[in-house]
C-alpha cells in the first residue's frame, strides 16, 4: 500500500497562487488514480482534482477549472496541485488520495489518504 503526506498549504490572499505537494511512500502513483479533495467545515468534501494512472487524463469541478491543475513527478513519486486566482470559497483542508481502481471522482472511491492540509484565502 501506499503513504501520502501533503505539504503546501497556508495562508494566502484571493487572487494569490499555492502549490500542494503529496510526497508517496511504498508504492508508486502511477499504480493509481490519484486526486486531489478538500473539506470546508461544514461542507461535504469534494474533489477537485484527478488524475488517471497514465497520466493522460484530468478532472476538474466547474468551480476550479481553468485555476487548478493536477500534476505527477514520477521521478520523485509526487503529486502537486498548482492553485492559481484563489478565491475565499477556495479556503478548506485539502488532501491527496488514492485510488486502487479505475477513474473516480467520488471520495468514498478511495482507498489511502493523505493527513490534510489546511489552505485559508483571505479576502
Known amino acids: 500500500q501506499v503513504q501520502l503526506v501533503e505539504s503546501g498549504g497556508g495562508l494566502v490572499q484571493a487572487g494569490g497562487s499555492l502549490r500542494l505537494s503529496c510526497a508517496a511512500s511504498?508504492?508508486?502513483?502511477?499504480?493509481?488514480?490519484m486526486g486531489w479533495f478538500r473539506q470546508a467545515p461544514g461542507k461535504e468534501r469534494e474533489s477537485v482534482a484527478v488524475m488517471t494512472r497514465s497520466g493522460s487524463s484530468t478532472y476538474y469541478p466547474n468551480s476550479v477549472k481553468g485555476r487548478f491543475a493536477i500534476s505527477r513527478d514520477n521521478a520523485k513519486n509526487t503529486m502537486y496541485l498548482q492553485m492559481n486566482s484563489l478565491k475565499p470559497e477556495d479556503t478548506a483542508v485539502y488532501y491527496c488520495?488514492?485510488?486502487?481502481?479505475?477513474?473516480?471522482?467520488?471520495?468514498?472511491?478511495?482507498?489511502?489518504w493523505g493527513q490534510g492540509t489546511q489552505v485559508t484565502v483571505s479576502s
Open positions: 488520495a488514492a485510488r486502487d481502481g479505475p477513474f473516480g471522482v467520488e471520495w468514498s472511491q478511495y482507498d489511502y
Open positions: 511504498g508504492r508508486t502513483l502511477s499504480s493509481y488514480t
